[in-house]
């Protein structure tokens, strides 16, 4: 059998834009018994956890901590957040599921879809809603299929111009990763989840509601049960989760909060900018030296720091590169969706360093020269 990459010896094969490579310590932070739900150990570990959790955020709000993929937390945005008329921002795949599962919630929803690998501008987006009677926005922050990066502080300002109008974040590989000011720039909603830039094991979604996010849940009639953000919002107060926790993942979020600390949020940052430029170098350089027609999807300026998505010169596919990656004991990301013949990404994000994406990079130069 082969080893994965956790069992092996090196850290540093495993650059899939989520989920991503986990740091040993981090991962045998699990390896504790397991407390109850309800009581003073819960209270402990959870009040340590919103310490962390406000800091990564940038906010002074509750951070909500959900045992759910994000998107469970992308479903509790529209449930809690959507009263009827939702505009979602496209610009990839992952923005594209954002509108539908707002339409699957019975929200009308009205597209305002770039290209894919573009950005959405914060005029473009003004221009928009003043054609009147949305109460929400979607956006994705860090578009994971395309490796863009919308302004998400400009397009809130752009959404705060108009009275009773929400914006819905999904900063699933930006969070950690990329810079967010949550309270800052006055984001109503913001998740993410444990397996992208946080490096963790897949398994927890993390969110903040404004004070307005939180009176439209209160009002919200289709939010159901399990994603109630008022239930959460009380029960954290009581340093609670309104379900029985993933109480071994928030073992390992302790540890990763700590580890982040001392690294400094804004040291992670540039890290992740260093590798995401350290990317955008290389594909210059295959092209420039190499004579190999690479070039990254986003273009320069719009680049998310946590994954870049090459586009591939004619005859060479997605695929074949993942798969000769593969073969020199590398994992990275094929394309996404419809991007999945023409490009393949590498996901720079949670622990990786600079050193290590070089080592990928040099494979990746064998592979496609
Ligand atoms: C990975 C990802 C999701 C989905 O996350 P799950 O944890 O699989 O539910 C949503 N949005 C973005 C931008 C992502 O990268």
Redesign the pocket.
């Known amino acids: 059998m082969k080893l994965s990459p956790i069992e092996g010896t090196s850290f540093g094969r495993f650059f899939l834009?989520?989920p991503t490579e986990i740091h040993p310590e981090v991962l045998s932070a699990q390896n504790k018994a397991v407390i109850g739900h309800r009581g003073p150990a819960i209270k402990e570990l959870m009040g340590e956890l919103q310490t962390g959790l406000r800091d990564l955020f940038r906010t002074e709000r509750p951070v909500l901590i959900s045992t759910?993929?994000?998107?469970?937390l992308?479903e509790a945005a529209v449930r809690n957040g959507g009263r009827s008329r939702v505009l979602s921002l496209v610009n990839g795949a992952?923005s594209q599921?954002?509108g539908q599962i707002a339409e699957a919630c019975g929200l009308e929803v009205e597209r305002l879809e770039v290209e894919w690998g573009q950005i959405i501008a914060a005029d473009q987006v003004r221009e928009r809603l003043a054609s009147g009677g949305f109460d929400a926005v979607t956006v994705?922050?860090?578009?994971?299929s395309t490796g863009a990066l919308n302004p998400v502080s400009e397009i809130s300002e752009a959404v705060r111009e108009l009275d009773d109008v929400v914006l819905l974040v999904?900063s699933?590989?930006g969070v950690g990763g990329a810079e967010v000011q949550t309270d800052e720039w006055g984001l109503d909603f913001v998740l993410t989840?444990s397996?992208?830039a946080l490096a963790l094991p897949?398994g927890l979604?993390f969110g903040v509601a404004s004070e307005r996010l939180m009176a439209r849940s209160a009002a919200a009639t289709r939010k159901g049960v399990y994603f109630d953000l008022v239930t959460f919002q009380k029960q954290l107060g009581n340093l609670q989760t309104p379900t029985t926790p993933a109480v071994s993942l928030m073992y390992a979020l302790a540890k990763q909060l700590d580890r982040i600390r001392l690294e400094g949020l804004e040291a992670r940052w540039a890290r992740h900018q260093a590798m995401a430029d350290r990317c955008g170098q290389w594909v210059d350089m295959m092209r420039e030296q190499r004579g190999v027609t690479l070039s990254v999807l986003a273009p320069e300026g719009s680049r998310s720091p946590t994954v870049t998505c090459v586009a591939l010169p004619e005859g060479t596919t997605g695929p074949s590169v993942v798969s000769a990656m593969k073969e020199r004991g590398f994992t990275i990301g094929g394309g996404y969706g419809k991007l999945k013949e023409a490009s393949f990404r590498v996901g720079h994000m949670g622990d990786h360093t600079v050193a290590e994406l070089d080592a990928v990079l040099d494979a990746l130069g064998e592979v496609l020269t």
């Open positions: 834009p989520g759910s993929s994000a998107t469970g992308m992952f599921r954002f994705v922050h860090s578009e994971t999904d699933v590989t989840g397996q992208k897949p979604a």
